[in-house]
Nanobody, 122 residues
């Protein structure tokens, strides 16, 4: 049974930073492509970032240069460091595995956690 537990969300002012964490069980984070995805109210689930088995990373264009994904194999965890946050980053963020991009950035995932809410507002 795959379990993904996210934390670290909150309310932050534009330009601020947050670090999201995801603790995994039932899988090891260095044996799967690990995703961060997000869903804003009234919008579809969208791809944010991925870290692949060899550690190479990808990002949706809207967050490039501002977000950074990483993992800690010893803690079986994945992280998303978010900087220079904008109001349009407001969404519920999920850690996920076994995902497929349909039409970028729309994505579907077999497994994701309960999510953590990020609100960017002054």
């Amino acid at each position: 049974q795959v379990q993904l537990v996210e934390s670290g969300g909150g309310l932050v002012q534009p330009g601020g930073s947050l670090r999201l964490s995801c603790v995994a069980s039932g899988i090891t984070v260095n044996s799967k492509w690990m995703y961060w995805v997000r869903q804003a109210p009234g919008k579809e689930l969208e791809f944010v970032s991925i870290i692949k088995l060899a550690g190479n990373t990808e990002y949706v264009d809207s967050v490039k240069g501002r977000f950074s994904i990483s993992r800690d194999n010893a803690k079986n965890s994945v992280f998303l460091q978010m900087s220079s946050l904008k109001p349009e980053d407001t969404a519920r963020y999920y850690c996920a595995v076994d995902c497929r991009v349909t039409t970028m950035p729309a994505i579907t995932c077999v497994w994701r956690g309960q999510g953590t809410e990020v609100t960017v507002s002054s």
